[in-house]
């Protein structure tokens, strides 16, 4: 049954094929990065200045509120879940992901759910301006009438992040070619395997606390409200039990895609294979145990403080074992800097200053001085944009000519990482000292002395925002044609994806490969 | 082995767009109409729902029937199954977990006791009982408060026993059906499969009953405060859940009265459906352990 995609249009709505899905998911995740993007850089535009200049401050509450969760639940996920759908299939040696149907409504519910999301921006009262945390009492006392739109998109978005988890955990342990054990996987699908088994925990718990926000908003129950006897504060253990979990969703499978570019870069095979598994198993298990170090200026007990800072910092080991892998797989390699390998390299990097600033965080006393303050907004970025956006660009570049049968262009690789690279320091470096400083989080004006770090941020955002241009014409460009890449694409790496042509035909291993 | 001849992709198919235009239309339309406007929406996007997964169930059947279904295609039905069950735990683990944290922190905190006794301060007169009688605002506001709790509540060994018993049946019974289809007896599997969907009929019957009596005579409402929150959207849930059980288990009824789907070696659809009964009785026994008699 050889045979390539139906023609038109009606293709991409109807379509069963993994390879199409995994395409859907990337451009989508793609257009809302730029969205997200774009409220990110009318927050930076803002604050450029001291004083209003720009947006009224309601407006910038529902830019913050919006640019997170775009980026979160329109770009992230989606784009690991676009390269999953690619990718996995192909890795182990499957001829498609095990619930195809699934798998197509999964990813359409998704532009549905984002258009219901984006048009709160134009209802009355406007989008909600609580937070991408979204917060009781503010959202749901104070909430504009739009929470009641926001929570149903939530509500489906996490339907569709359910069975395109499921859908990745059957293909994984039910789909695999003969001889491809658990630990001959690559780790891009074993990272794929633990992340999947979070969303699967974790995004009905989200469901529940948006459940309780609506029946505490239009059915009067109490969740949320101590004159019922109910708790602010049980919002914030029931949201971060979902919220912890959620971020390590975002940076796991980003592990996973780094352990793939650097050995074939540095012409070695991967540093402690297993590990990373064990390692990438632990952070999960401990990401569902921290959760309230999100919350430490909440007013817990001295013991809960205690435990959920010991047990915050043990992600450190698990960590650091990870970091230790990857330099090792470099150390006296004969690497070469294609874009790949540099935003990976940026990547472990970058990463890991995101990951000290978390363990500055974690310290509970410490985190008194630097809760809700750019300091945390610092760490995060340096964590998301590194750590996820990074990664998922080194991914699409390597694996770029693989999909399309062409090679993007080098240079220009380079030179989007370099502004990247540049714009991304430029951003977030300069929000530590501000933290520091005491300037907080989610405001349009601040004091004077904040001015210029203020001002650096911004123009790094621009640079970082205008790079992104120089991607997407790449992508394009590789996309319409270019020089014809090989099957093997770089020099000897390693995986079943490498095997099959350049570009992958429609359906890739009909008939199961053998692993040794 | 995964060759496509024996694990089957299906061509393209119209079932995943118009099922996202259903779940779309009942999203939009349920927020439409909590927000004060038309309904239409709503029940639109459910027909629409129904609809299509009406022919996306009679698909799969089809294919199965053709002999398209693989056993390891029939594994990825069995994998899929048994995850969406254990999303469905996690679903309830909120509740319960929200439940928790009321009765160990909350409420003895706003009552004074222990490190954060402090808020106290901000409801003073109240006192920490379970269940919760007077919120506190009632304590703060007397007959001007808002928040009143119930009258009385729910006595765990009447209706809640009744029903802790039809439910433990039916799990009972719908295992004896399940014996009876792997000896390949369809007789014995249709009457104890009636059997089931009677008892659940039953359990859903004494739940309304119960609610009636609650909201009518107790005072006992969504509205009552923590306690009628979490009494409410636990028994609700878990109602909502009987509900769409004893459906599937209806619908798996018909299958076999009427088309004769089941074989002994081959009934994924039927097991599926029992699997939640189970999962819907064991999530039961905890509301009747955690919400009824340790509630009281």
């Known amino acids: 049954m050889a045979h390539g995609p139906k023609p038109g249009f009606t293709r991409w709505l109807y379509t069963t094929n993994h390879k199409d899905i995994g395409s859907m998911y990337l451009w989508f995740s793609f257009a809302m990065f730029l969205l997200g993007g774009c409220m990110a850089l009318v927050i930076r535009a803002e604050l450029f200045q001291p004083g209003l200049q720009i947006v009224q401050p309601g407006f910038f509450n529902q830019m913050t509120t919006m640019h997170g969760l775009i980026m979160v639940f329109g770009a992230v996920m989606p784009a690991f879940v676009g390269l999953a759908n690619w990718m996995v299939p192909m890795m182990i040696g499957a001829p498609d992901m095990a619930l195809p149907r699934m798998n197509n409504w999964s990813f359409w519910i998704l532009p549905f759910a984002f258009a219901m999301l984006v048009s709160t921006l134009f209802m009355e009262g406007g989008a909600p301006d609580f937070g991408w945390t979204f917060y009781a009492p503010l959202s749901t006392e104070y909430a504009p009438p739009s929470?009641?739109?926001?929570?149903?998109?939530?509500?489906?978005?996490?339907?569709?992040?359910?069975?395109?988890?499921?859908?990745?955990?059957?293909?994984?342990?039910?789909?695999?070619?003969?001889?491809?054990?658990?630990?001959?996987?690559?780790?891009?699908?074993?990272?794929?395997?633990?992340?999947?088994?979070?969303?699967?925990?974790?995004?009905?718990?989200?469901?529940?606390?948006?459940?309780?926000?609506?029946?505490?908003?239009?059915?009067?129950?109490?969740?949320?409200?101590?004159?019922?006897?109910?708790?602010?504060?049980?919002?914030?253990?029931?949201?971060?039990?979902?919220?912890?979990?959620?971020?390590?969703?975002?940076?796991?499978?980003?592990?996973?895609?780094?352990?793939?570019?650097?050995?074939?870069?540095?012409?070695?095979?991967?540093?402690?294979?297993?590990?990373?598994?064990?390692?990438?198993?632990?952070?999960?298990?401990?990401?569902?145990?921290?959760?309230?170090?999100?919350?430490?200026?909440?007013?817990?007990?001295?013991?809960?403080?205690?435990?959920?800072?010991?047990?915050?910092?043990?992600?450190a080991v698990p960590t650091g074992v990870k970091v230790f892998n990857w330099v090792t797989t470099m150390f006296r390699g004969s690497m070469t800097f294609e874009t790949p390998m540099l935003f990976s390299i940026a990547f472990v990097i970058l990463f890991t200053i995101g990951g000290f600033s978390g363990l500055m965080l974690a310290i509970a006393p410490a985190d008194f001085q630097y809760h809700d303050t750019y300091f945390v907004v610092a760490h995060f970025h340096y964590v998301l944009v590194p750590g996820a956006i990074f990664s998922i660009t080194a991914g699409v570049y390597y694996w770029l000519p693989k999909w399309t049968g062409n090679m993007y262009n080098e240079s220009m690789g380079k030179v989007h990482f370099w502004l990247a690279f540049v714009g991304l320091n430029v951003t977030f470096f300069p929000m530590h000292f501000v933290g520091l400083a005491g300037m907080p989080r989610r405001i349009p004006d601040y004091a004077l002395q904040f001015a210029d770090f203020n001002q650096i941020a911004s123009v790094g955002a621009f640079l970082f925002g205008a790079a992104q241009i120089l991607f997407l014409f790449n992508v394009i460009r590789t996309v319409r044609g270019g020089k014809k890449a090989t099957d093997e694409v770089w020099e000897n790496p390693e995986g079943l994806e490498w095997s099959v042509p350049s570009p992958a035909p429609y359906h890739t291993f009909s008939t199961p490969p053998v692993v040794r | 082995?995964?060759?496509?001849?024996?694990?089957?992709?299906?061509?393209?198919?119209?079932?995943?767009?118009?099922?996202?235009?259903?779940?779309?239309?009942?999203?939009?339309?349920?927020?439409?109409?909590?927000?004060?406007?038309?309904?239409?929406?709503?029940?639109?996007?459910?027909?629409?729902?129904?609809?299509?997964?009406?022919?996306?169930?009679?698909?799969?059947?089809?294919?199965?029937?053709?002999?398209?279904?693989?056993?390891?295609?029939?594994?990825?039905?069995?994998?899929?199954?048994?995850?969406?069950?254990?999303?469905?735990?996690?679903?309830?683990?909120?509740?319960?977990?929200?439940?928790?944290?009321?009765?160990?922190?909350?409420?003895?905190?706003?009552?004074?006791?222990?490190?954060?006794?402090?808020?106290?301060?901000?409801?003073?007169?109240?006192?920490?009982?379970?269940?919760?009688?007077?919120?506190?605002?009632?304590?703060?506001?007397?007959?001007?408060?808002?928040?009143?709790?119930?009258?009385?509540?729910?006595?765990?060994?009447?209706?809640?026993?009744?029903?802790?018993?039809?439910?433990?049946?039916?799990?009972?019974?719908?295992?004896?059906?399940?014996?009876?289809?792997?000896?390949?007896?369809?007789?014995?599997?249709?009457?104890?499969?009636?059997?089931?969907?009677?008892?659940?009929?039953?359990?859903?019957?004494?739940?309304?009953?119960?609610?009636?009596?609650?909201?009518?005579?107790?005072?006992?409402?969504?509205?009552?405060?923590?306690?009628?929150?979490?009494?409410?959207?636990?028994?609700?849930?878990?109602?909502?859940?009987?509900?769409?059980?004893?459906?599937?288990?209806?619908?798996?009824?018909?299958?076999?009265?009427?088309?004769?789907?089941?074989?002994?070696?081959?009934?994924?659809?039927?097991?599926?459906?029992?699997?939640?009964?189970?999962?819907v009785d064991v999530v039961w026994v905890g509301l009747f352990i955690f919400v009824y008699v340790l509630g009281a």
Do not use: C
């Open chain 1, 147 to 315: 929470v009641t739109f926001f929570i149903f998109a939530v509500h489906i978005m996490g339907a569709s992040s359910i069975m395109g988890a499921i859908n990745i955990v059957a293909t994984i342990l039910n789909m695999r070619a003969p001889g491809m054990t658990l630990m001959k996987m690559p780790l891009f699908v074993w990272t794929w395997l633990i992340t999947a088994y979070l969303l699967i925990a974790v995004m009905p718990v989200l469901a529940g606390v948006v459940t309780m926000m609506l029946m505490d908003i239009h059915f009067g129950t109490s969740f949320f409200s101590a004159a019922g006897g109910g708790d602010p504060v049980l919002f914030q253990h029931v949201f971060w039990f979902f919220g912890h979990p959620e971020v390590y969703i975002m940076i796991l499978p980003a592990f996973g895609i780094v352990s793939a570019i650097i050995p074939t870069f540095a012409r070695k095979p991967l540093f402690g294979y297993s590990s990373m598994v064990y390692a990438t198993a632990s952070i999960a298990f401990l990401s569902f145990i921290v959760w309230a170090h999100h919350m430490f200026t909440v007013g817990m007990p001295i013991a809960g403080e205690l435990f959920f800072m010991y047990a915050t910092m043990l992600i």
């Open chain 2, 1 to 279: 082995m995964a060759t496509e001849s024996s694990y089957y992709v299906p061509e393209q198919s119209r079932l995943p767009i118009f099922a996202t235009i259903g779940i779309f239309l009942m999203a939009f339309g349920a927020a439409t109409w909590i927000n004060g406007g038309s309904s239409y929406i709503f029940f639109a996007g459910s027909l629409a729902m129904a609809t299509v997964l009406w022919f996306w169930f009679a698909a799969v059947i089809k294919e199965n029937m053709q002999g398209l279904n693989s056993d390891q295609l029939k594994r990825s039905y069995v994998w899929g199954m048994g995850w969406f069950i254990f999303s469905e735990v996690m679903f309830f683990a909120a509740f319960f977990g929200a439940l928790y944290y009321i009765r160990t922190f909350t409420l003895p905190w706003l009552g004074g006791e222990g490190d954060r006794g402090s808020s106290n301060m901000l409801w003073e007169g109240f006192q920490n009982t379970w269940p919760l009688m007077v919120t506190p605002e009632q304590a703060v506001s007397g007959d001007a408060a808002k928040v009143v709790g119930p009258k009385g509540i729910i006595d765990p060994w009447h209706l809640p026993l009744i029903n802790t018993v039809l439910l433990l049946a039916s799990s009972v019974t719908v295992h004896i059906a399940h014996v009876y289809l792997k000896k390949g007896n369809r007789k014995g599997f249709n009457w104890w499969l009636t059997a089931t969907v009677a008892l659940g009929g039953a359990f859903l019957f004494f739940q309304v009953e119960e609610y009636l009596e609650a909201y009518q005579h107790l005072g006992l409402t969504l509205e009552s405060g923590i306690y009628g929150t979490t009494f409410f959207m636990l028994t609700g849930f878990h109602g909502m859940h009987v509900t769409l059980g004893t459906i599937m288990l209806l619908i798996m009824l018909l299958r076999s009265v009427i088309a004769n789907h089941f074989k002994p070696d081959d009934h994924f659809g039927f097991e599926a459906a029992s699997w939640y009964w189970h999962f």
